[in-house]
């Protein structure tokens, strides 16, 4: 299992650009989640999946920012236009329902300058 | 609301136990997990344990939980220089299960 697969694990942006971020899930998981880090403010839940479906999208900063999941296989995480303080790393998190804890990706570290 | 609050940092030489403290503040919470993000990472979940235990060990690593107190410690023997990354400690909320509490991780720093 080659695990949670993100990309592209670094971009670098201007600020006003679209950027897009890409996550593989796990085979088999029917439950996303898109994670934000920064120093600041430390891990913060942006959205949730379940089978496909956006549970929770309490923690999506701004209109800027939307998730779409249009199969259990992918999802994506576009930030339209970006700003510098969307800098962080962005992680990418499955799980299967009634399996404790997540599987995380590498994450994409994004720097908008 | 709820909580999680860890140290910043930990310095132990190679070869001694660490232990990484967390207290949280739901008492309504049903996991509590210990993850580890190593530097370029994504976090790595190591262990976690229910909250009608006391207890977990698993090789290297023991998990105590005193409910009462609302204290939760992760216990590293023979500590290695591979132990060094940053230490989360997290709790469920409630029922709902998926949604995570984090604690701002703790960076376990090993001293030769």
């Known amino acids: 299992d080659a695990g949670v697969i993100q990309s592209p694990r670094h971009e670098v942006t201007e600020m006003g650009q679209e950027v897009t971020l890409r996550c593989k899930p796990i085979s088999g998981h029917n439950s996303l989640f898109w994670y934000r880090q920064t120093m600041m403010r430390g891990l913060e839940l942006l959205i949730y999946?379940?089978?496909?479906?956006?549970?929770?999208d309490s923690g999506m900063p701004e209109d800027r920012f939307s998730a779409k999941m249009p199969n259990a296989s992918f999802s994506t995480l576009k930030i339209q236009p970006s700003e510098p303080r969307d800098s962080a790393v962005y992680f990418c998190a499955s799980r299967m329902t009634g399996i404790y804890g997540y599987t995380f990706g590498s994450g994409t570290r994004l720097t908008v300058v | 609301g709820e909580d999680v609050e860890q140290s910043l940092f930990l310095s132990v030489r190679e070869g001694d136990s660490s232990v990484i403290n967390c207290t949280y503040t739901?008492?309504?919470?049903?996991?509590l997990y210990w993850y580890k993000q190593e530097p370029g990472a994504g976090l790595q979940l190591l262990t976690y344990?229910?909250?009608n235990m006391d207890m977990k060990q698993d090789q290297r690593l023991t998990v105590l939980l005193n409910k009462k107190d609302k204290h939760l410690s992760l216990r590293i023997a023979d500590t290695q220089t591979g132990d060094s990354a940053i230490y989360f400690c997290?709790?469920?909320?409630?029922?709902?299960?998926?949604?995570?509490?984090w604690g701002a991780g703790t960076k376990l720093i090993i001293k030769p």
């Open positions: 999946f379940n089978n496909n479906v956006p549970i929770d």
């Open positions: 344990i229910f909250s």
């Open positions: 739901d008492s309504s919470s049903t996991y």
């Open positions: 997290a709790e469920s909320m409630g029922d709902s299960n998926y949604q995570l509490i």
